[in-house]
Every structure is written in structure tokens, then in C-alpha cells.
């Protein structure tokens, strides 16, 4: 059927870092199952790309694959884009507000006493991403749990941090290299924030069992810090060809078969 | 004269598969010079006249959801026919080359039509694969106009070439 | 063994559910706990392998993920034993966005559930069952005797 390709790139963030590989730590499923894709919900999915032609020979139809990256054990990506900017103001909001709330009418004096760490606490910093070896930079959001409450790593367990999702960073492989796979970066280029997601298109002329290669970030929490760890894994899209016809006439150009 | 229409059928997949119909899920367009009735809705009446080419192209309104016309079979005008869907049932997971609705086109060249005569047409969609996947809508139709403006435009060539 | 939360989730092709009108096929589960023993990552048929530690209760989420990024799918219900399990329907704060929740409140070693989805406009319900294994950490077994 017609339709544009969602690829969803599912990882099993911990166990990738923790094995230092993706193999057997990442699943991909396409929304072509019915069409031909096997390997559906597993490491080796490989797409099917129905592609069609003219009687000259040329493209029938624009085929064109998105891949959706996230982690089991990050929240999830049917929250709006900008989940994590609002609730890093939110969170900020409502101890504002329960400060507003506790100091209406009442003595201050003993509760100033404990303000400068109870706000850090409460409000929390902002996260910090190492950039290179030496250097780290300060983030605008803050760390949430997988609750999508303020992560406090003095009081909460590893378990319950919310895992900065993964990012494609590029895709390459001999499907690029053959041009059978054109693909590009779209989104915010914000790091972390909204993230880039990647598309393709596919020359559906080049038949056959194709390979490319995704590089894919994950972000490890190391002492207070989100470090990347570069990761690449290798998937195939399979390209089939067929001619197009008349759906009246099963051949060519032909009178529209009206009844009288 | 205009010798080319196109008919734009957009579709809410999802909308249509969980209701179980096409109805008030289907949005009909084209662009004849003759001004067609009911552009928008699924009973899109297509005014058009013998000689123009004509060719249906179907969307879905969701890009991530698949789409594809099986069929458009016109109606005998002594049935009674109410714009009601019907369902087919497909329940064949493999696709013949030959049947595989995404490789055809339809197009077709508008034969001698009786002048004020509505060709009711039904409309089969597939979407996905599956016994629910395929339905059908009895509305759309074309209709032989005899209006003036789909030759204005050949009678001004013609002066300009004087 | 440190004790974890355990994230499940159920990946869901809206259309082809649907269209065929059955979860079968259509529904792919998966779990954080693969390394600890979870097994049937990607099918319908997940085994989610949870540890009691001792004075502890098990955390599990749940959340659905739609592989047509813009149709909408929900999970309506889990249904599980509420000797052994506390269920709670959550929404993530700031947001419209639903989760569930289960809290563990006594060990077992086998407990089925089922879960139940709804998909696109006509809220049409869609169940399966699954099943969470648990397993004693070392020194709760210790505990106990």
C-alpha cells in the first residue's frame, strides 16, 4: 500500500551500555508487516520496499522512510516534544508556588534558616552533558524520573531515572554508498531537546537486499554528567520493482467502461 | 478544452477502519473547468464532457497510513443505488503482482456520455490488509455538462492564432 | 541485586489491528529486564522476570506506543490479581498522556494478566495476556527461612 515508511528503533538503553553493544539490546519494527517486511519486533528487521515504474521505465511513486529512535526506560515519545523544557519550568512553578503558600501568615524565620538547600533540592539543577572528554556543558532541562517527577539523586534509585532517549547521529552503509538510500537530518538542532529525526528516500530502481548502518548516541548518567556512547548497528531494506497498469483496462490508456 | 481532470479522493484511515466505513471519512476533489457539485464530500458529481481524460489519485490523510483504490465500477442507472458502503471480504494475506492495488493507475479517457446523465460510480478502497480492509462508496459520479467554459479556452487559442 | 522499575512496553500497529481486526501479529511487548531474564522481547508473548528483595515492593509501568506516530492507541485496562499486585491508571504531569502502574505487594512466582488496548476512534477493546515472572533475591529467601 502507499504510504509513507515509520521505522521504530526501540533500545534496551541499559543493557546497551552495560554490554557496550546494540546486538541484542535493539528492536526494529516497520508498519509493513502485511507488505512483505520480516523480522518484525527483532534485531534483523528488513523492510520491504515495494517500488513501481512507468511503461518508460521511470519512478512510479515517491517512497519515503522515517526512523523513530527512543528507549525502553525513557518517557515515552507519545508526550508532546517539548515535554521535558515544560515540566522543567513546572517543576520550578509549583515549589514556587508551595514556598508562596507555606510563608502566607506564618513565622519565616525558622524556615529560612534551611532555604538555600532546600530550594536546590526541591528545584533541582540543570543537567549537565559531557561534550568531549574535558568538557561539559550545562543543559536546559532538568532530570526527571520515569514518573515525570523532578530526579533527585540524593533520595530516588538509579532504576527510577528517566534515560535520556538515544539520537541517530548519521546513516550511512553501502545503501548510501550505491545511492540506493538518500538519507537527511530534520528537526530542531538542539541536542537532547526535540532531537533530529531522520529520513529517506529510496531509488526504487536499484533491486535487491540492501545494507546501511545506523550510528546511534545513547546517554549514560556518570557521576551527575550524560555522557554519550556511540553505538552503530546494521539493518537492510529489501527493493522489489514492478510496472504499473491501467486499473480499467489491465494494460494501457483506455475509454472509461461507463454503463448506459 | 480543459483535456485533463483530475479527482483527488483524501482519506481518513484511521477514522474510516474504526467506524467500519467511508462515510463522512472521504473527501472528493477536482478540478474541472466546469465547476463540479458537492466538491469535499463524497458525493463529488464531476461535470465533465466526452474526450477529457480523467484520473482518480487517492491520499491519506495520515501519510503513516496505507491507502489504495481497488476499484471503480460504474452502476447500471436503473438500480437504485443509495449511497450507502459496502464491505467486501478479503481475508488473502498474499497479493498477486497482477491484483496489487498500489500498480494501477486510474485513468481513463471519457467516452459518449447522454447530456445530463449522472454515471453514479462505485468506489472500492483498501486499506491495510485484512478482513476489514477493504470498503466501498456508492456516491461519486460524473455528469456530461455540455457547459461552455470547458471549450473557452480552445476558442481563445484558436483567435489568437488568426 | 539492586531492585529495579521495571518499564514494559507495548508497541502497537494501529492500522493493522484494525484491519484485521485482532491484536495477533499486530502487537509487539517489551521490558528493561532482558539482562536479569525477561524473555519474548518483540512478541505477544513476553515474560517479564521481576526479583523480591526483601522490605521491598516491585515497580512496573506500562505504556502503549503507537508505530503510526499520529493515530491514537491506549491501554484501557490490566487486569491482574490485586492480592499480589496494585494497579493504578496515571497520567504524566503536565501533560494529557497516560501510564499504569503496578506495585508488587506480596512475592509470587507466576502471575498472569491481561492487558487491554484500545486503538483508533470507535474504542473497540483488544486483550492479551502476559505474565510476570518473580523470582526471591538471595538473602530474602534467607529471611524467610
Given at each position: 500500500m502507499s504510504q509513507e515508511i515509520t521505522i521504530i528503533v526501540l533500545v534496551d538503553i541499559q543493557a546497551a551500555i552495560e554490554t557496550k553493544s546494540l546486538k541484542g539490546n535493539i528492536y526494529l519494527m516497520d508498519n509493513l508487516r502485511t507488505d512483505g517486511s520480516t523480522g518484525e519486533g527483532t534485531g534483523q528487521l528488513i523492510t520491504a520496499i515495494d517500488g513501481s515504474y512507468w511503461c518508460d521505465g521511470s519512478q512510479c511513486c515517491d517512497v519515503v522512510m522515517n526512523w523513530l529512535i527512543t528507549g525502553i526506560g525513557s518517557l515515552p515519545i507519545t508526550l508532546p516534544?517539548?515535554?521535558?523544557?515544560?515540566?522543567?519550568?513546572?517543576?520550578?512553578?509549583e515549589w514556587i508556588q508551595s514556598i508562596k503558600n507555606a510563608h502566607l501568615g506564618k513565622n519565616t524565620a525558622k524556615k529560612e534558616t534551611n532555604f538555600d538547600t532546600t530550594i536546590i533540592e526541591k528545584i533541582g539543577t540543570y543537567s549537565k552533558l559531557r561534550t568531549t572528554p574535558n568538557k561539559v556543558m550545562d543543559i536546559e532541562i532538568k532530570s526527571l524520573?520515569?514518573?515525570?517527577?523532578?530526579?533527585?539523586?540524593?533520595?530516588?534509585?538509579?532504576s527510577i531515572l528517566n534515560l535520556l532517549p538515544p539520537q541517530i547521529s548519521d546513516i550511512t552503509g553501502s545503501a548510501v554508498d550505491n545511492k540506493v538510500l538518500f538519507p537527511a537530518q530534520y528537526g530542531t538542532p538542539v541536542p537532547i531537546k526535540d532531537g533530529w529525526y531522520w529520513s529517506a528516500t529510496v531509488d526504487t530502481s536499484k533491486t535487491g537486499l540492501h545494507n546501511y548502518t545506523l550510528h546511534i548516541t545513547l546517554y549514560d548518567f556518570v557521576d551527575e554528567v550524560w555522557t554519550p556512547v556511540e553505538l552503530t548497528y546494521d539493518a537492510q531494506i529489501k527493493v522489489s520493482n514492478n510496472p504499473?497498469?491501467?486499473?480499467?483496462t489491465n494494460a494501457g490508456l483506455g475509454l472509461i467502461p461507463l454503463m448506459y | 478544452m480543459q483535456n485533463k481532470i483530475n479527482i483527488n479522493i483524501a482519506v481518513d484511515v484511521a477514522k474510516a477502519l474504526s467506524?467500519?466505513?467511508l462515510l463522512n471519512n472521504v473527501y472528493m476533489m477536482d478540478n474541472s473547468a466546469c465547476g463540479s457539485k458537492n466538491q469535499g464530500t463524497e458525493q463529488l458529481c464531476t461535470f465533465c464532457i466526452p474526450g477529457q481524460t480523467i484520473r482518480w489519485i487517492v491520499y491519506a490523510i495520515d501519510l503513516q497510513t496505507p491507502v489504495a483504490i481497488k476499484d471503480i465500477a460504474f452502476i447500471a442507472s436503473d438500480r437504485q443505488i443509495k449511497p450507502a458502503q459496502m464491505k467486501e471480504n478479503s481475508d488473502s494475506n498474499t497479493v498477486l503482482p497482477e491484483d496489487n492495488p498500489d500498480l494501477k493507475i486510474w485513468t481513463g479517457i471519457v467516452p459518449y456520455m447522454l447530456l445530463g446523465h449522472t454515471y453514479q460510480y462505485r468506489l472500492t478502497l483498501q486499506m491495510g490488509n485484512g478482513f476489514n480492509s477493504v470498503m466501498s462508496l456508492n456516491g461519486p459520479a460524473l455528469l456530461y455538462c455540455g457547459c461552455a467554459t470547458a471549450y473557452k479556452k480552445q476558442t481563445t487559442t484558436k483567435i489568437e492564432q488568426l | 541485586m539492586e531492585n529495579r522499575t521495571i518499564v514494559i512496553i507495548a508497541a502497537v500497529d494501529i492500522i493493522g489491528i484494525l484491519a484485521s481486526n485482532t491484536l495477533k501479529g499486530n502487537i509487539y511487548l517489551f521490558d528493561n529486564n532482558k539482562l536479569m531474564g525477561s524473555s519474548g522481547e518483540g512478541t505477544e508473548n513476553l515474560k517479564t522476570k521481576i526479583s523480591f528483595n526483601p522490605n521491598?515492593?516491585?515497580?512496573l509501568v506500562w505504556n502503549v506506543m503507537p508505530l503510526e506516530p499520529e493515530s491514537f492507541a491506549n491501554i484501557s485496562q490490566i487486569t491482574a490479581d490485586d492480592k499480589y499486585i496494585?494497579?493504578?491508571?496515571?497520567?504524566?504531569p503536565s501533560s494529557d498522556v497516560i501510564y499504569w502502574k503496578g506495585t508488587t505487594i506480596k512475592p509470587f512466582d507466576h502471575l498472569k494478566y491481561k492487558l487491554s488496548i484500545t486503538v483508533g476512534t470507535s474504542g473497540t477493546e483488544y486483550s492479551c495476556d502476559l505474565d510476570i515472572i518473580g523470582e526471591l533475591a538471595k538473602d530474602h529467601a534467607i529471611l524467610i527461612n
Amino acid at each position: 500500500m502507499s504510504q509513507e515508511i515509520t521505522i521504530i528503533v526501540l533500545v534496551d538503553i541499559q543493557a546497551a551500555i552495560e554490554t557496550k553493544s546494540l546486538k541484542g539490546n535493539i528492536y526494529l519494527m516497520d508498519n509493513l508487516r502485511t507488505d512483505g517486511s520480516t523480522g518484525e519486533g527483532t534485531g534483523q528487521l528488513i523492510t520491504a520496499i515495494d517500488g513501481s515504474y512507468w511503461c518508460d521505465g521511470s519512478q512510479c511513486c515517491d517512497v519515503v522512510m522515517n526512523w523513530l529512535i527512543t528507549g525502553i526506560g525513557s518517557l515515552p515519545i507519545t508526550l508532546p516534544h517539548n515535554y521535558y523544557h515544560t515540566r522543567s519550568k513546572h517543576i520550578e512553578h509549583e515549589w514556587i508556588q508551595s514556598i508562596k503558600n507555606a510563608h502566607l501568615g506564618k513565622n519565616t524565620a525558622k524556615k529560612e534558616t534551611n532555604f538555600d538547600t532546600t530550594i536546590i533540592e526541591k528545584i533541582g539543577t540543570y543537567s549537565k552533558l559531557r561534550t568531549t572528554p574535558n568538557k561539559v556543558m550545562d543543559i536546559e532541562i532538568k532530570s526527571l524520573n520515569i514518573f515525570g517527577e523532578h530526579f533527585d539523586s540524593s533520595q530516588n534509585t538509579k532504576s527510577i531515572l528517566n534515560l535520556l532517549p538515544p539520537q541517530i547521529s548519521d546513516i550511512t552503509g553501502s545503501a548510501v554508498d550505491n545511492k540506493v538510500l538518500f538519507p537527511a537530518q530534520y528537526g530542531t538542532p538542539v541536542p537532547i531537546k526535540d532531537g533530529w529525526y531522520w529520513s529517506a528516500t529510496v531509488d526504487t530502481s536499484k533491486t535487491g537486499l540492501h545494507n546501511y548502518t545506523l550510528h546511534i548516541t545513547l546517554y549514560d548518567f556518570v557521576d551527575e554528567v550524560w555522557t554519550p556512547v556511540e553505538l552503530t548497528y546494521d539493518a537492510q531494506i529489501k527493493v522489489s520493482n514492478n510496472p504499473v497498469r491501467n486499473g480499467f483496462t489491465n494494460a494501457g490508456l483506455g475509454l472509461i467502461p461507463l454503463m448506459y | 478544452m480543459q483535456n485533463k481532470i483530475n479527482i483527488n479522493i483524501a482519506v481518513d484511515v484511521a477514522k474510516a477502519l474504526s467506524e467500519k466505513t467511508l462515510l463522512n471519512n472521504v473527501y472528493m476533489m477536482d478540478n474541472s473547468a466546469c465547476g463540479s457539485k458537492n466538491q469535499g464530500t463524497e458525493q463529488l458529481c464531476t461535470f465533465c464532457i466526452p474526450g477529457q481524460t480523467i484520473r482518480w489519485i487517492v491520499y491519506a490523510i495520515d501519510l503513516q497510513t496505507p491507502v489504495a483504490i481497488k476499484d471503480i465500477a460504474f452502476i447500471a442507472s436503473d438500480r437504485q443505488i443509495k449511497p450507502a458502503q459496502m464491505k467486501e471480504n478479503s481475508d488473502s494475506n498474499t497479493v498477486l503482482p497482477e491484483d496489487n492495488p498500489d500498480l494501477k493507475i486510474w485513468t481513463g479517457i471519457v467516452p459518449y456520455m447522454l447530456l445530463g446523465h449522472t454515471y453514479q460510480y462505485r468506489l472500492t478502497l483498501q486499506m491495510g490488509n485484512g478482513f476489514n480492509s477493504v470498503m466501498s462508496l456508492n456516491g461519486p459520479a460524473l455528469l456530461y455538462c455540455g457547459c461552455a467554459t470547458a471549450y473557452k479556452k480552445q476558442t481563445t487559442t484558436k483567435i489568437e492564432q488568426l | 541485586m539492586e531492585n529495579r522499575t521495571i518499564v514494559i512496553i507495548a508497541a502497537v500497529d494501529i492500522i493493522g489491528i484494525l484491519a484485521s481486526n485482532t491484536l495477533k501479529g499486530n502487537i509487539y511487548l517489551f521490558d528493561n529486564n532482558k539482562l536479569m531474564g525477561s524473555s519474548g522481547e518483540g512478541t505477544e508473548n513476553l515474560k517479564t522476570k521481576i526479583s523480591f528483595n526483601p522490605n521491598e515492593n516491585v515497580v512496573l509501568v506500562w505504556n502503549v506506543m503507537p508505530l503510526e506516530p499520529e493515530s491514537f492507541a491506549n491501554i484501557s485496562q490490566i487486569t491482574a490479581d490485586d492480592k499480589y499486585i496494585t494497579i493504578e491508571k496515571l497520567k504524566y504531569p503536565s501533560s494529557d498522556v497516560i501510564y499504569w502502574k503496578g506495585t508488587t505487594i506480596k512475592p509470587f512466582d507466576h502471575l498472569k494478566y491481561k492487558l487491554s488496548i484500545t486503538v483508533g476512534t470507535s474504542g473497540t477493546e483488544y486483550s492479551c495476556d502476559l505474565d510476570i515472572i518473580g523470582e526471591l533475591a538471595k538473602d530474602h529467601a534467607i529471611l524467610i527461612n
